[in-house]
């Protein structure tokens, strides 16, 4: 079974009104029975910032937080002292923010084989993670 790393945008889009294209395909990510999904608490938190403060038609606190609690039954890797050094690390050695450097981090630290995500070059693998944009 292959392990996707979910980055924030794939769960924003769940909520996001404005692009319906998206929404459908970022669904169909989460009903996909073939993968074992994996956040991290990173994540979590950041869909929790976006749902309720970026997007057109935000989430009420009540319903990003329900959201959140489910997201929650995914497998979340903890971000530890460890993993924000390894970031640091990586930033250097791959060039990329501090942000996707944790994301990617998170992902080798989940056994993940791909990294869906807007955000990274798709086709590279790096730390042993390929890069998916699962949009294109």
């Known amino acids: 079974m292959t392990r996707q790393f979910l980055d924030t945008n794939v769960l924003v889009y769940l909520y996001d009104r404005a692009d319906a294209d998206k929404r459908h395909r970022a669904r169909s990510i989460i009903s996909d029975q073939s993968a074992a999904l994996v956040v991290s608490s990173q994540v979590l938190g950041e869909f929790f ?12 606190v009540a319903d990003a937080t329900a959201a959140v609690r489910a997201f929650s039954d ?63």
Request: charged share 20%; proline share 4%.
């Open 74 to 136: 995914l497998s979340v890797v903890p971000i530890d002292s460890e993993l924000v050094l390894a970031a640091t690390d990586t930033v250097s050695r791959h060039q990329l923010s501090y942000w996707d450097a944790l994301i990617l981090e998170a992902a080798a630290a989940g056994a993940c084989d791909e990294l869906l995500t807007e955000d990274l070059d798709a086709g590279s693998t790096l730390r042993g993670v390929t890069v998916v944009n699962p949009f294109t």
């Open 49 to 60: 910032v976006v749902a309720t403060r970026k997007l057109a038609t935000p989430l009420s």
